[in-house]
């Protein structure tokens, strides 16, 4: 299957059916997965949340991460730095030293090693 039917069928799949196979026990090789802290409450305790990093031939990228709850939020950017998502709400990035951290009001917030978003990781 390619990346591309992958990604249509993961798209059309419910949150929940989803949720399930993208707890980033398996891929294809070639994408990279792990673990990155965040958040969707005010005052919640970060949690340890699944991403799959899905990079494109001119440097841009897809970031999916499974939040706590089962939604799959879509970051998407270039060149290390996020740049949009898939939220119709506000977006705000900052970039630190070693990680990136990105708050989409009202709650979500996630921290990002920036080794992952510059392909490092």
Do not use: W
């Amino acid at each position: 299957m390619s990346k591309l039917s992958a990604l249509l069928l993961a798209a059309a799949l419910p949150v929940a059916a989803f949720a399930q196979s993208a707890d980033v026990t398996g891929s294809d090789g070639t994408n990279s997965t792990g673990y990155l802290s965040c958040a969707v409450e005010a005052g919640a305790q970060p949690s340890e949340c699944g991403f799959e990093m899905l990079r494109d031939s001119d440097g841009s990228f897809t970031l999916r991460v499974l939040l706590p709850g089962g939604t799959v939020r879509y970051l998407y950017g270039s060149e290390g730095r996020v740049t949009s998502t898939d939220s119709t709400a506000e977006m705000t990035v900052q970039r630190f030293k070693q990680r990136t951290v990105v708050h989409i009001v009202p709650n979500e917030v996630m921290d990002i090693p920036n080794s992952f978003l510059d392909g490092d990781g």
